[in-house]
């Protein structure tokens, strides 16, 4: 059972910056795609960011392109989203996600991930 705990959220100023994590126990994430998705009240889940577990190509929403990077620390088994020049419209619940398989271009669609955490609120406000 793959259980991914996600972290990182807090209240921050437009324009400035966060470090979201997501880890496991129990499994190697390296093994897996890693995802971010995060949902708005009244929203769909939006695919924010996703790192492949094959050959470690990362990919983006337009709306965060240039001002978010995912990474990855195998020693420390852990999957990071650096969020710089935050902006109110990136306010929501925060959810990494995790699936076996390569997803490819399909990386974006909430359906494809067998695996959640529980999410982490980000609030950017003045």
């Known amino acids: 059972q793959v259980q991914l705990v996600d972290s990182g959220g807090g209240l921050v100023q437009p324009g400035g910056s966060l470090r979201l994590s997501c880890s496991a126990s129990?499994?190697?994430?390296?093994?897996?795609?890693i995802a971010w998705f995060r949902q708005a009240p009244g929203k769909e889940r939006e695919g924010v960011s996703c790192?492949?577990?094959?050959?470690?190509?990362?990919y983006y929403a337009d709306s965060v392109k240039g001002r978010f990077t995912i990474s990855r620390d195998n020693a420390k088994n852990t999957v990071y989203l650096q969020m710089n020049d935050l902006k109110p419209e990136d306010t929501a619940v925060y959810y990494c996600?995790?699936?076996?398989?390569?997803?490819?271009?399909?990386?974006?669609?909430?359906?494809?991930?067998?695996?959640w955490g529980q999410g982490t609120q980000v609030t950017v406000s003045s």
């Open positions: 996600a995790a699936e076996l398989f390569a997803l490819g271009s399909t990386w974006w669609e909430p359906s494809k991930y067998d695996y």
């Open positions: 790192i492949s577990n094959s050959d470690g190509t990362t």
């Open positions: 129990g499994v190697t994430l390296g093994h897996y795609a």
